[in-house]
């Protein structure tokens, strides 16, 4: 019923930028709260940064001050500035989001299939 599909993944050097996007399209009647999650090999999933949907943000200790999470409401998208990456930025990023769709009562979790992010050193 909801897709979110991630773009904007790719291979970047040390200390460039990269911009991800997350568009949820479907049977949505609104999108509650979303975010960005990250997971490296051997690790687990962490999130990263969050965003509700009055616009409050929150970020991860490692990516404060250097990645910006923003959302277009009314093309059901959320974005990822990510600036002065860091080889230990590579990860596999995730899109989240808890959507409130048309057919039913209640908030519903959905993930993207995520975007590779690579930054070398």
């Known amino acids: 019923q909801v897709q979110l599909v991630e773009s904007g993944g790719g291979l970047v050097q040390a200390g460039e930028s990269l911009r991800l996007s997350c568009a949820a399209s479907?049977?949505?009647?609104?999108?509650?709260?979303a975010g960005w999650y990250r997971q490296a090999p051997g690790k687990q999933r962490e999130l990263v940064a969050s965003?509700?949907?009055?616009?409050?943000?929150n970020y991860a200790d490692f990516v404060k001050g250097r990645f910006t999470i923003s959302r277009d409401n009314g093309k059901n998208t959320v974005y990822l500035q990510m600036n002065s990456l860091k080889p230990e930025d590579t990860a596999v990023y995730y899109c989240?989001?808890?959507?409130?769709?048309?057919?039913?009562?209640?908030?519903?979790?959905?993930w993207g299939q995520g975007t590779q992010v690579t930054v070398s050193s």
């Open positions: 965003i509700t949907g009055g616009g409050s943000a």
């Open positions: 479907g049977s949505i009647f609104s999108i509650n709260v």
């Open positions: 989240n989001a808890v959507v409130k769709i048309l057919s039913k009562p209640g908030l519903y979790n959905y």
